[in-house]
């Protein structure tokens, strides 16, 4: 046998005739090694090399799948290449080398590559299952297209760039057909080789992988597993330098991931928060959306949100509300302010010194104002003067939300004048801007929680006297807030209730009116279960009822 080997002849030969063949070239190579004369340290690393290959290729051709999978031909082509390669190159050097020694040298080394990685292949093969997966059996009705994706997946993890560059493209056609069955068969090892080709040397290979990662990502099938093989050092890497695509893959993938608690905190931890941020300066209208996603993702965990700010969020997140590229971007810096706003003074006061709080307000004059904007508000109310609110036109906002927004802005809006309505000044401007009849119909919501939010309000703001008027003139006033006096446990907004009826039974009329729609009834329960106010108010409404009966006897 030559010791170049025929490759031409493995297209007609079987895989056993491949690997007697590969077999029979081994000890010859071997030999010639061993004696070459130029380069005997370099040639004596080759050979020790060659002396652990009969054992892996022993190792393949027991593997139950060897036969039938074409993996195990396409490795023992390789590797009957490499040592038809080495053949040659081992008779070049047994004189001076005719190419230069540098460039002999060279061609050595790449040798070594090649046979470390035939070497490596073979022990994938073998050790992982990666032959088992690309050969396992398949639902009948589906057995072809399982087949090919397995395949597919086993080859990311064998072979030079190039064919791991060719797997990647069928990858992403087969996700574009069918993604159902990609997903279906993808396992840890599979994901690990797809997170490894994110660090792979060819910047195409980079972004083609990406894109594979950031579709699986979307799909929500297999956050966890690609957190845990280690995904979010090489994307955040992207995130900073890579090709545009790379970094939009990236900033996207990092949002799904960031759901997460456990894997935003460690997004943090690998300095993910960075490339986030210039992403939201410099991105194009989808990298920024989906990197404000992420921040806003980051923001939900409380214990980043002090590192987050001392990477520069607030800023760029107030920007965003302001010149974001696209309705998402500014959602996202809206709902980011909010959780950044939500339990820390320092926070809330860096918001406010950024522009923040007139950001949001303009931001609230849509015709949908963003429940999240609305939450922002609230969580600033407290750290802003009432002269200051006042002037920068707070509360036209929250009347508008009040008016036109969804159920959960309404809520946000009564929360944010319950903090901000705690002196007579505030009531006053409260109800001058129209307020009372808006929190009056809240009462009437679906939402317990936005129930409760009204009445909390009403009952602070209806110490003003005209604020008490425009309740008592309102026809369904009294009636909504008796309704909530129901002492189900369901119903939180009762304690509230009993403080704004007792501000109004003042009024005779109103006391009837409260008598009229079951009050006394609520009020017995209430007091039975001793919930502040019930007493006092039934001891009230009770007198005015007896009063009634003797002036009418």
């Not at 297209?11 to 077999?23: F, H, I, K, P, S």
């Not at 009347?399 to 004048?417: F, K, M, P």
């Not at 309704?483 to 005779?508: E, F, H, R, V, W």
């Amino acid at each position: 046998m030559s010791l170049r080997g025929d490759p031409a002849a493995a297209g007609d030969e079987t895989a056993e005739e491949l690997l007697e063949r590969v077999r029979g070239m081994v000890p010859p190579v071997l030999a010639a090694a061993r004696a070459a004369g130029g380069f005997p340290g370099r040639w004596k690393a080759i050979a020790a090399k060659l002396e652990t290959l009969p054992a892996c290729l022993s190792d393949l051709s027991s593997h139950p799948c060897f036969a039938k999978n074409a993996l195990c031909r396409e490795l023992l082509q390789s590797v009957a290449a490499t040592l038809a390669e080495a053949a040659d190159l081992v008779g070049r050097c047994r004189g001076p080398p005719p190419e230069g020694k540098l460039r002999t040298q060279s061609a050595i080394d790449a040798l070594a590559g090649k046979l470390d990685l035939n070497l490596r292949d073979c022990a994938l093969l073998v050790k992982t299952g990666v032959l088992s997966d690309a050969s396992g059996p398949s639902p009948p009705a589906e057995a072809p297209a399982h087949a090919d994706v397995r395949e597919l997946l086993a080859r990311l993890q064998i072979g030079h760039t190039e064919a791991k560059n060719r797997a990647v493209d069928g990858l992403l056609d087969a996700l574009r057909n069918d993604e159902k069955s990609v997903l279906s068969v993808l396992g840890r090892a599979n994901v690990s080789a797809m997170v490894q080709l994110l660090t792979a040397s060819a910047p195409v290979v980079r972004e083609k992988a990406a894109t594979v990662i950031c579709q699986v990502a979307e799909s929500g099938s297999c956050e966890g597993l690609l957190v845990s093989e280690g995904v979010l050092p090489p994307l955040i890497r992207l995130a900073e330098s890579g090709s545009l695509v790379g970094r939009e893959k990236a900033a996207i993938t990092l949002q799904h991931l960031s759901v997460s608690p456990d894997a935003a905190r460690a997004i943090v931890g690998h300095g993910g928060a960075g490339p986030l941020i210039e992403i939201c300066q410099t991105g194009d209208s989808i990298s920024q959306s989906a990197a404000a996603g992420a921040l806003k993702n980051l923001s939900a965990v409380p214990e980043v949100r002090q590192a987050l700010a001392d990477q520069g969020i607030v800023r760029v997140t107030v920007n965003l509300l302001d010149c974001g590229a696209v309705a998402g971007s500014k959602e996202h810096a809206a709902e980011c302010l909010q959780n950044l706003t939500s339990s820390n003074d320092s926070l809330r006061r860096a918001v406010v010194s950024e522009g923040g709080l007139r950001s949001l307000l303009l931001y609230l004059d849509g015709q949908l104002p963003p429940e999240s904007a609305v939450g922002a508000l609230r969580n600033l109310a407290g750290a802003v003067s009432p002269d200051s609110l006042v002037s920068l036109g707070v509360l036209p906002r929250l009347a508008h939300v009040l008016r036109v927004g969804s159920i959960g802005a309404q809520q946000a809006a009564a929360a944010a004048i319950c903090r901000m309505s705690s002196s007579a000044e505030m009531k006053r401007a409260v109800g001058e801007h129209g307020c009372m009849p808006l929190l009056v119909r809240l009462l009437e919501a679906k939402s317990n929680a936005a129930r409760e939010v009204a009445a909390q309000a009403l009952a602070s703001l209806v110490s003003w006297p005209p604020n008490a008027r425009e309740v008592r003139k309102d026809d369904k006033g009294v009636p909504s807030l008796v309704q909530l006096l129901d002492p189900s446990p369901a119903n939180t907004a009762n304690k509230y209730a009993i403080a704004c009826l007792l501000t109004l039974a003042a009024a005779k009329r109103c006391k009837k009116l409260m008598i009229s729609h079951g009050a006394i009834g609520y009020l017995k329960k209430l007091s039975d279960m001793d919930v502040a106010g019930a007493r006092k108010l039934l001891e009230r409404l009770e007198r005015g009822s007896l009063r009634s009966l003797f002036s009418r006897n």
